[in-house]
């Protein structure tokens, strides 16, 4: 794929040239893979408006036949419509257009044994994001987490007739396609009737705020044989709708930007402009009672003073059973002092212990080249976490030397707090921390300037929302102050 990835990009700075940025061309490549791998898998398109039909195209018969074809797409029923919709082609030189078919079709996409377009895609958004491209890593959540958290999850819809599983935030669909190969591996692709077809369409539903994610999110589901629901639009601000949901798996943005306001949403308890701790209290909102979720927050989420009011309502309705802290660079190269976590839930019974696994003290931070994460980073977390997706197994405390020469972390890192003490921190995870960093009397292996720069940014960023909130207070007090009393008259 890397090879592959840097023809593909090499061909980015030729086409910048006429008129194309990298968002455009990344588009574009997301609408030629898709032709060309639904010919290897023998999928159905409209008459002319396949892989073959445009390969034997040239000159300008081929920039105003991909015209053509991406709008007879566009004009398709169901799916194939969605996905195409409002697609345009950003080719004006029939040469440059004809040189990227060329390298597409010289590969059997089918055949790499990975997921391919969503491979294809974020190596182009790392090949953007290296290069300074802001909102390359965005829609970025790194495969080997996913797939882990898949496994802890078990989303499997053949528990039950009704079983949905929902990403609010599926960017490219990295969870549901996930979810959706781990069935697939349960199973050994052998689904009962009436499952496979329920899988087909009323299994995986996602939103997102962009359009261009989302349409890759679909046609990733789309070429595994699955039709998705995913709706456009900010599941934050948008009035949520009735749909509920046996699990949630998903990775808000990380950020404030677009965060200036609290959403006008009479189901949120808390009032915040933090658009991480919205998204848990939506999530709380569209989860079946009994149903689980998994969500990936950053560190201030975890000890910001508006974060304690929001877990405050999620210990009391949900058990939050685990959370995991993830690596140091963990989003490398996109977001690399970004410092995360994954918090584990279940809706329906309150909290009574919460067990926390640090993987990330004393762990080398994750670089892409010399110390890229893997799956080995979660190893010994999924052993941990145990088979029962609940995270009702059988749970016992690691000491010093427990985990196996193969981990990559181990030893005494999980731990459970009763959840008095989770009320004695003011419901503040952050604050339990119980591993000695070595690497701070070690001056050879200070953190990274980048991430020292990102973890004073988030806490600058805490200090100013906790100050717009006493602010606030203080307006509201002042306003009471002067108002007029009842009956009275100016």
Same mark, same amino acid.
């Given at each position: 794929?890397?090879? #592959?990835?840097?023809?593909?990009?090499?061909?980015c700075?030729?086409?910048?040239?006429?008129?194309?940025?990298?968002?455009?061309?990344?588009?574009?490549? %997301?609408?030629l893979?898709?032709?060309?791998?639904?010919?290897?898998?023998?999928?159905?398109?409209?008459?002319?408006? @396949?892989?073959?039909?445009?390969?034997?195209?040239?000159?300008?018969?081929?920039?105003?036949?991909?015209?053509?074809?991406?709008?007879?797409?566009?004009?398709?029923?169901?799916?194939?419509?969605?996905?195409?919709?409002?697609?345009?082609?950003?080719?004006?030189?029939?040469?440059?257009?004809?040189?990227?078919i060329d390298?597409?079709?010289?590969?059997?996409? %089918?055949?790499?044994?990975?997921?391919v377009?969503?491979?294809?895609?974020?190596?182009?958004?790392?090949?953007?994001?290296?290069?300074?491209?802001?909102?390359?890593?965005?829609?970025?959540?790194?495969?080997?987490?996913?797939?882990?958290?898949?496994?802890?999850?078990?989303?499997?819809?053949?528990?039950n007739?009704?079983?949905?599983?929902?990403?609010?935030?599926?960017g490219?669909?990295?969870?549901? /396609?996930?979810?959706?190969?781990w069935?697939?591996?349960?199973?050994?692709g052998?689904?009962d009737?009436? /499952?496979?077809?329920?899988?087909?369409?009323?299994?995986?539903?996602?939103?997102?705020? /962009?359009a261009?994610?989302?349409?890759?999110?679909?046609?990733?589901?789309?070429?595994?044989?699955?039709?998705?629901?995913?709706?456009?639009?900010?599941?934050?601000?948008?009035?949520?709708?009735? @749909?509920?949901?046996?699990?949630?798996?998903?990775?808000?943005?990380f950020?404030?930007?677009?965060?200036?306001?609290?959403?006008?949403?009479?189901?949120? #308890?808390?009032?915040?402009?933090?658009?991480?701790?919205?998204?848990?209290?939506?999530?709380?909102?569209?989860?079946k009672?009994?149903?689980?979720?998994?969500i990936?927050?950053?560190?201030?989420?975890?000890?910001?003073?508006?974060?304690?009011? #929001?877990?405050?309502?999620?210990?009391e309705?949900?058990?939050?059973?685990?959370?995991?802290?993830?690596?140091?660079?963990?989003?490398?190269?996109?977001?690399?002092?970004?410092?995360?976590?994954?918090?584990?839930?279940t809706?329906?019974?309150?909290?009574?212990?919460?067990?926390?696994?640090?993987?990330?003290?004393?762990?080398?931070?994750?670089?892409?080249?010399?110390?890229?994460l893997s799956?080995?980073?979660f190893?010994?977390?999924?052993?941990?976490?145990?088979?029962?997706?609940n995270?009702?197994?059988?749970?016992?405390?690691?000491?010093?030397g427990?985990?196996?020469?193969?981990?990559?972390?181990?030893?005494?890192?999980?731990?459970?707090?009763?959840?008095?003490? /989770?009320?004695?921190?003011?419901?503040?995870?952050?604050?339990?921390?119980?591993?000695?960093?070595?690497?701070?009397?070690?001056?050879?292996?200070?953190?990274?300037?980048?991430?020292?720069?990102t973890?004073?940014?988030?806490?600058?960023?805490g200090?100013?929302?906790?100050?717009?909130?006493?602010?606030?207070?203080?307006d509201?007090?002042?306003?009471?102050a002067?108002?007029?009393?009842?009956?009275?008259?100016?």
């Amino acid at each position: 794929m890397s090879d #592959v990835v840097g023809k593909l990009w090499g061909f980015c700075h030729t086409l910048r040239h006429d008129g194309i940025d990298y968002g455009d061309y990344i588009e574009q490549i %997301t609408y030629l893979l898709f032709l060309k791998m639904a010919d290897e898998r023998k999928i159905d398109l409209p008459k002319d408006c @396949d892989w073959p039909a445009l390969v034997k195209l040239t000159g300008t018969d081929l920039t105003d036949g991909y015209v053509d074809i991406l709008r007879k797409l566009g004009k398709s029923e169901g799916m194939l419509g969605a996905i195409f919709a409002g697609g345009q082609s950003r080719f004006n030189n029939p040469v440059n257009l004809k040189q990227v078919i060329d390298v597409i079709d010289q590969t059997e996409w %089918t055949g790499l044994g990975v997921d391919v377009k969503a491979a294809a895609y974020e190596g182009l958004l790392e090949k953007a994001a290296s290069e300074g491209k802001k909102g390359a890593g965005q829609y970025f959540t790194p495969r080997v987490l996913i797939q882990s958290i898949v496994r802890c999850m078990k989303p499997d819809p053949r528990a039950n007739s009704q079983f949905t599983i929902n990403d609010p935030a599926c960017g490219t669909g990295g969870f549901l /396609v996930a979810a959706y190969e781990w069935l697939i591996a349960e199973s050994k692709g052998a689904l009962d009737r009436d /499952v496979a077809r329920r899988v087909k369409n009323k299994t995986y539903f996602g939103c997102d705020l /962009v359009a261009r994610p989302r349409r890759l999110a679909m046609m990733n589901l789309y070429l595994h044989g699955i039709e998705p629901v995913i709706n456009l639009g900010d599941s934050i601000y948008d009035p949520p709708s009735s @749909d509920r949901f046996d699990c949630i798996l998903t990775n808000p943005p990380f950020g404030t930007k677009g965060a200036n306001q609290a959403p006008n949403r009479e189901d949120f #308890v808390v009032e915040t402009s933090n658009k991480q701790l919205n998204l848990v209290q939506h999530c709380l909102t569209i989860l079946k009672p009994g149903g689980r979720a998994a969500i990936v927050l950053p560190d201030n989420c975890l000890f910001a003073d508006q974060a304690g009011e #929001v877990f405050k309502i999620l210990t009391e309705d949900c058990s939050l059973h685990t959370v995991l802290r993830l690596p140091r660079g963990t989003f490398t190269p996109y977001s690399q002092g970004v410092k995360a976590n994954v918090i584990f839930l279940t809706k329906g019974s309150p909290t009574e212990n919460v067990w926390i696994y640090d993987a990330r003290t004393n762990v080398p931070g994750i670089t892409k080249k010399d110390r890229p994460l893997s799956a080995q980073h979660f190893a010994h977390f999924d052993k941990c976490y145990g088979a029962d997706s609940n995270g009702r197994s059988k749970r016992i405390e690691t000491k010093e030397g427990d985990a196996s020469k193969d981990d990559n972390v181990g030893g005494d890192r999980w731990r459970k707090f009763h959840i008095s003490e /989770v009320k004695e921190r003011e419901f503040k995870l952050d604050g339990f921390k119980w591993l000695k960093e070595d690497s701070l009397e070690d001056s050879d292996d200070i953190p990274e300037p980048e991430e020292l720069v990102t973890e004073a940014i988030a806490e600058l960023e805490g200090a100013v929302e906790e100050l717009n909130a006493v602010l606030s207070l203080l307006d509201q007090e002042n306003g009471s102050a002067t108002a007029p009393s009842k009956g009275s008259s100016k």
